[in-house]
T-cell receptor, first 111, second 113 residues
């Protein structure tokens, strides 16, 4: 029962262009959403989050958008840089409960 | 100065053996977790402890036994290892469940032969 889904296992983008990573969820009780970035042989590191009371949160080159009616979350990276090449995990949580993770999208930024 | 550290990073062992993975966090967090990332790259929670007390125990074989001697440590002991236990195990910590993101360790890759 996968409550958080990332349907694109991989994405390739040219350096300088926008990367858009998508995430869908099924549980309407989720109220906190996060994106994690993971390099090989390392643990996931927190990137950006958004609460369900917002529809956008921006931090430098990274912006997360939340569409509650569609139960859809996206991460925009602009401009994309080669160092952004990593696996990106979407995660969501109902209040006071555990996090549920997607299966990740592997982003490759081509120089 | 690593925030969440786990040892060992790699572990290769035979079926039927018993092994442990240790985790320590120096962030002062109250809650610690064990996650399993299987071959399909799915990160799934196994256990969560808050101030040394078990609060989440997902459907995990009872061959897996967590132990938290204090709130900065959460160890994972696995008895009678099976081939299907091969995975990467991540320790994580956070402020209490109601707030904040997870901080992960680097992962421990377990290979059962």
């Amino acid at each position: 029962d996968q409550q958080v889904k990332q349907n694109s296992p991989s994405l390739s983008v040219q350096e300088g262009r926008i990367s858009i990573l998508n995430c869908d969820y099924t549980n309407s009780m989720f109220d906190y959403f996060l994106w994690y970035k993971k390099y090989p042989a390392e643990g996931p590191t927190f990137l950006i989050s958004i609460s369900s009371i917002k529809d956008k949160n921006e931090d430098g080159r990274f912006t997360v958008f939340l569409n509650k009616s569609a139960k859809h979350l996206s991460l925009h990276i602009v401009p994309s840089q080669p160092g952004d090449s990593a696996v990106y995990f979407c995660a969501a949580r109902p209040t006071g409960n555990q996090f549920y993770f997607g299966t990740g999208t592997s982003l490759t930024v081509i120089p | 100065d690593t925030a969440v550290s786990q040892t060992p990073k790699y572990l290769v062992t035979q079926m039927g053996n018993d092994k442990s993975i240790k985790c320590e966090q120096n962030l002062g967090h109250d809650t610690m977790y064990w996650y399993k990332q299987d071959s399909k790259k799915f990160l799934k929670i196994m256990f969560s402890y808050n101030n040394k007390e078990l609060i989440i125990n997902e459907t995990v074989p009872n061959r897996f036994s967590p132990k938290s001697p204090d709130k900065a440590h959460l160890n994972l002991h696995i008895n009678s290892l099976e081939l299907g236990d091969s995975a990467v195990y991540f320790c994580a910590s956070s402020l209490p469940l109601a707030g904040g993101e997870l901080f992960f360790g680097e992962g421990s890759r377990l290979t059962v032969l």
